[in-house]
């Protein structure tokens, strides 16, 4: 698998995945019903922040990560960084490899810690693995997230000091 720079390219194998995870409502703060073009502008970040994808050796899109710092100003020495992996490759360690990279590139980059602002509590997939990365849960927004088939449960903030 390779990580490498997203290009305008990409976004057409990436959509699809992309529009079926925030359709679905179950994880991403996104609005269901966001359009393509709201999606793109979202996701594929201008420098210094970046988007990434993980290809395989044919060059299909398996995942995506996107980065950048969490605050502005005086908050600026933390990043955070958002991943989707194409349910079609779940459980090939695409998401660890997208999350290590982002870990390695705010590191790079002089950050100081990695905070996500709201990770779904009931992801237990992705709480897991930050949790195995190193995140811990910070704070909890309690009911914070409606989901579509379990109501009202909380999103955690998770932190990782780099």
Known sequence: MLI??????DWPAIWPFFHHIV???????YPVDLGEAQGREW???PPPNRTVV????????LGTAKMNNNQWGNGSHVASASY?????YSGRGVGRALCAYTLDWARA???RAMQF????ETNTPAVALYRSLGFEVVGTVPRGFRHPAKG????YIMHRAL
């Not at 359709?23 to 703060?29: D, H, I, N, R, W």
């Open 4 to 9: 490498r720079e997203a290009s305008a390219d």
């Open 23 to 29: 359709a679905a409502g179950e994880t991403f703060t």
């Open 43 to 45: 996701w594929i970040l």
């Open 54 to 61: 993980a290809v395989d050796d044919a060059g299909t899109v």
């Open 84 to 88: 989707m992996v194409d349910p079609a």
């Open 109 to 111: 980059a002089g950050f």
């Open 117 to 120: 602002n709201a990770v779904v």
């Open 152 to 155: 009202y449960v909380g999103l």
